[in-house]
């Protein structure tokens, strides 16, 4: 409407008429060229976004190459799954809401499993860690845990052990609780191999890192997660790369659960996630520390515990960035800016509050 007005007006090209109503009328044109990258083109774009445009809501801003328009309008999204995994690497249940805790959801992620070295094993290592089962019942402060051809273990959650065992995950130097025994008997079997469950010792914490620029998120502990307290992924994003297999012809039964999210968010477009920078959902507050780096875990089938190399192949061919293959996005709880109690809850909106622009 502007430009018309300014034309109506007389304004034309190569006029005098550099500002009209406070307002530069002026044009500047870019030109890629055959070494232009995604990269190069998103940082303009960044750039003229965070010092020209006038900011109203619902403006996205995409992390990557997504094949959408830089300021595609925010569409309304809700939380469609919350889902716990209790030990790292084993499959989770899911929950229609759930308490937030300092460390994340609570119980996320607060045993691992390690090796008679006392190496932490996940599926990459030990692929029928996805047929284990562990479940929380807070009515009886319990944890059962399921596995083909197992009788069911169960775990006292007061039970805390004692043997303190030193261990590293994602680099990190931590002590955890090993429980020996039954327990550790219960896995050897199901894995074939000598191993034990270790549970999170209260008095040593981690803290999640921001991978943009690897600076540690102050005040933001974690368990024995990777990176993050809440890892979130789109059901519309996860549409995205099965239309791609399936035009490319690999048949893959995939699904949110191959990416191990705690959040599944449901409506808007895929990738719409990329512009998030802090969210609200319902009245608890998130903020987005960056996308997460994909590896062959995706690539687990969860019927066979056999791994191949879709999705991973695909998503690399366009969701790839400095090295980094990346499908959703990491989150952090303000509790500051959240209410107390700190519960969240399926069917809850989900509000852009700030977008995410990388630095």
Not at 16 to 22: E, K, T
Not at 72 to 81: F, G
Not at 165 to 177: A, H, I, Q, R, Y
Request: overall charge neutral.
């Amino acid at each position: 409407d502007e430009v018309k007005r300014n034309f109506s007006s007389g304004h034309v090209c190569w006029d005098a008429n550099d500002v009209i109503d406070g307002k530069p009328t002026g044009a500047v044109r870019i030109s890629p060229t055959y070494v232009t990258t995604f990269e190069d083109i998103n940082a303009c774009i960044e750039f003229i976004y965070r010092y020209f445009v006038i900011k109203e809501s619902g403006i996205h801003l995409p992390l990557s190459n997504t094949g959408r328009e830089p300021t595609q309008a925010y569409e309304s999204v809700i939380l469609d799954k919350i889902i716990v995994y209790p030990i790292k690497s084993c499959a989770g249940f899911e929950v229609s809401s759930w308490t937030i805790s300092p460390h994340g959801l609570s119980y996320d992620r607060e045993w691992t499993v390690i090796d008679h070295s006392g190496a932490y094993l996940n599926q990459k290592k030990a692929p029928k860690l996805c047929w284990i089962v562990p479940t929380i019942n807070l009515e009886t402060n319990s944890m059962s845990i399921d596995a083909p051809s197992m009788p069911t273990l169960k775990i006292d959650l007061s039970d805390i052990p004692t043997s303190e065992t030193k261990l590293k995950v994602c680099g990190d130097s931590v002590v955890g609780l090993s429980y020996g025994g039954d327990v550790a008997a219960w896995f050897s079997t199901f894995l074939g191999r000598p191993t034990d469950l270790v549970r999170k010792s209260v008095h040593h914490e981690r803290k999640s890192r921001n991978r943009e620029n690897n600076n540690v998120c102050l005040n933001q502990a974690i368990s024995f997660s990777n990176e993050s307290q809440f890892l979130c992924v789109s059901e519309e994003s996860v549409r995205d790369i099965v239309s791609k297999l399936d035009e490319q012809g690999d048949v893959k039964d995939l699904s949110y659960l191959h990416f191990r999210p705690n959040l599944v968010v449901k409506g808007g477009f895929a990738f719409q996630e990329d512009g998030w920078g802090v969210v609200r959902i319902g009245d608890q507050i998130l903020k987005s520390i960056g996308g997460c780096n994909r590896c062959t875990m995706i690539c687990i089938d969860l019927k066979t515990a056999s791994i191949g190399r879709e999705p991973l192949r695909t998503l690399s061919k366009y969701r790839r960035k400095q090295g980094r293959i990346l499908f959703g996005q990491h989150f952090v709880h303000d509790r500051n800016q959240s209410a107390d109690p700190f519960v969240i809850r399926v069917g809850s909106p989900l509000d852009l509050v700030e977008e995410y622009i990388q630095s």
